[in-house]
């Protein structure tokens, strides 16, 4: 686990090193354990470490193998590395270290470009050939890992595991994409891959393999899908045959994240997803298994914390559990580091959430597991269960009455004619993602929509982001590309049962105690982002007002005026703030000096 970064040039120059050493010094949070550069001509990569498999030296990157002619730079975790080094082996491959980066590079050679079919895990990678000059850049399943952008064609690409370490290299297009700010403004601050809030940051999608040769030219292609529709061999399958096999799943890929020559634990929230994990974890046999849970001071009378429920996890399984509180000068306190980390930026409140428990769990742990995507995966959100039954075109209504923070009419209220887009390109996006080939119901394609896109742009970049801010490698077992192929095959309805993820609160109910399944869905709170008031609105305000935000001019004045003048009068239909949203925009983009 690490930060990654790079340089490629195609015009004769040599990759400028200097700027390497820009974006490395950025990612230093990202891995705090060393540091390591490497040039050959027009290509330079830099990296930070985080040393979680191989402690030595000799899982040291960029990882250089002289007798195959590739470099490598890598960031995740292979969680199959040591059975693909065995069989690797058996091909009549070397290895000189321990670690999972070296297996990349011997697949590399060994399969080429489809070494990713084989690897079970969170990756982000990037090989140079020695011989040909080509360079190969790819990101894992279900976008876990980022990888950032910024090309100058026939010049030069650059590539890094943040935005903000490619703003450090400098010379960027900072200009706002206003299809981006469209997204954003639509879907809770979701920018889907390709673009960024910024014209001049791409960023490779996920399940992508991008092929750059030495002249520049490049091609890219998606190497993965999940097919949600029915198959012929589970016809006479039962409820019970699909949870014993999700199960059987979802222990694997509990398994699988067990891998590190470091202890793992758990971020316990209290809620069915990551207290399944604790569960699957006892059964495996883990004893002193370390758990933490965050909560916060209430604030409009909004409860601040769930720790009544992950006691009951803790206690049950008998975890070294960790009650982590938080008051409410702290969380203000931590705002400025919580954006400083954002890769882009996210205006969840889960964001602060994870940060603070991000550095509090750093200080005594390296890895841990989280219970991110089984909403997505499993149906658990209240817009699934009105899209049974209906057509693609009335489900797309549908998802955007449920799911848009604002409709494109509403948009010209928000944005300035600078800014503003005759079309609805966030709506014409939902439409052609869900009436693509693949998805067998409406709720099949909102489910692949939601775990193709929202997902990756939101809570999976949420937990990345805040966790690597504090040398934190978070794994995510829903997210194990087995379980969400197998849970893309199965029945919408089984899904969608017993108030949405029935499947999952079936297996729950042999595994942990029921008060936790049967309790109403929870969010993980912090009510002084979703009622703005004192310090965090003062924030806001002082960044919607300055002359920086002035200057920008994406909002237009008179609404931020009517935001500013009953600051918790708007919300989305998922009860987010809108003026959070606004201002979260303009604080982001100024603390990074854009």
Excluded at 360 to 375: E, F, L, M, P
Excluded at 395 to 405: E, G, K, L, N, Q
Excluded at 460 to 488: C, I, Q, T, Y
Aim: proline share 5%; glycine share 10%; aromatic share 8%.
């Amino acid at each position: 686990m690490c930060g990654l970064c790079g340089e490629i040039t195609f015009d004769g120059s040599l990759a400028d090193t200097t700027a390497v050493d820009r974006m490395v010094q950025a990612l230093v949070p990202r891995g705090p354990d060393g540091q390591g550069t490497w040039s050959n001509g027009r290509v330079a990569f830099g990296h930070r470490r985080l040393s979680v498999i191989d402690l030595s030296t000799c899982g040291s990157q960029p990882m250089v193998d002289n007798e195959l002619g590739l470099t490598a730079v890598f960031n995740g975790c292979i969680y199959d590395y040591q059975e693909l080094r065995a069989e690797l082996e058996g091909h009549g491959y070397r290895f000189f270290s321990h670690s999972d980066t070296e297996v990349i590079l011997k697949g590399y050679h060994h399969w080429g470009t489809a070494v990713v079919d084989h690897l079970h895990g969170m990756f982000a990678f990037v090989i140079a050939e020695r011989d040909t000059g080509r360079v190969v850049m790819a990101r894992d399943r279900l976008g876990i890992k980022p990888l950032y952008l910024s090309e100058i064609p026939g010049k030069r690409l650059r590539f890094a595991s943040t935005l903000p370490a490619l703003l450090r290299a400098g010379d960027v297009d900072t200009a706002i994409d206003p299809v981006a700010l469209h997204h954003y403004l639509t879907w809770h601050a979701v920018v889907p891959a390709p673009r960024t809030i910024l014209n001049g940051v791409r960023k490779l999608p996920p399940a992508t393999l991008r092929i750059i040769e030495a002249d520049g030219t490049s091609r890219e292609h998606r190497y993965w899908n999940a097919t949600y529709e029915r198959r012929a061999e589970h016809a006479g399958w039962t409820a019970r045959d699909w949870e014993d096999a999700v199960e059987e799943a979802l222990r694997v890929a509990v398994r699988r994240r067990l891998v590190a020559d470091t202890p793992v634990g758990v971020l316990l929230s209290g809620g069915l997803d990551s207290s399944l994990i604790v569960g699957l974890l006892a059964q495996e046999g883990q004893t002193g298994l370390a758990t933490y849970s965050i909560g916060f001071e209430s604030v409009g009378g909004r409860e601040g914390d769930e720790f009544a429920y992950s006691d009951v996890i803790a206690e049950h399984f008998g975890t070294d559990h960790h009650r982590i509180r938080v008051g409410s000068d702290e969380l203000v306190g931590s705002l400025g580091h919580a954006v400083d980390a954002m890769a882009e930026p996210m205006v969840s409140h889960d964001v602060v959430a994870f940060d603070l428990l991000s550095e509090r769990v750093s200080q005594t742990i390296k890895v841990v597991q989280s219970g991110q995507g089984a909403d997505e995966v499993f149906a658990g959100y209240h817009w699934y269960p009105p899209l049974a039954g209906v057509g693609r075109d009335e489900a797309v209504r549908t998802y955007a009455r449920s799911f848009f923070d604002r409709d494109h009419a509403r948009m010209a209220r928000v944005v300035s004619d600078r800014y503003a887009l005759p079309e609805d390109p966030s709506l014409a996006f939902v439409r052609a993602h869900m009436e693509a080939p693949g998805a067998e119901t409406a709720v099949d394609a909102a489910l692949r929509l939601d775990s193709e896109v929202m997902l990756v742009d939101d809570p999976v970049k949420r937990v990345d982001n805040m966790s690597m801010a504090w040398g934190l490698e978070a794994r995510v077992p829903f997210l194990d590309h087995d379980l969400v192929e197998l849970a893309a095959l199965c029945p919408p309805e089984l899904k969608l049962a017993d108030g949405g993820k029935g499947i999952l609160k079936a297996i729950g109910r042999r595994i942990i105690p029921p008060e936790v399944i049967d309790r109403p869905k929870g969010y993980f709170p912090v009510p002084a982002i979703t009622h703005l008031e004192g310090k965090v609105l003062g924030l806001v305000r002082d960044a919607l007002s300055s002359d920086a935000a002035r200057e920008r001019g994406m909002f237009r004045p008179e609404y931020v005026r009517e935001l500013l003048a009953d600051p918790n009068g708007e919300l989305t239909p998922l009860r987010g703030n809108k003026l959070w949203q606004l201002g979260l925009l303009e604080l982001w983009l100024q603390n990074h000096g854009v």
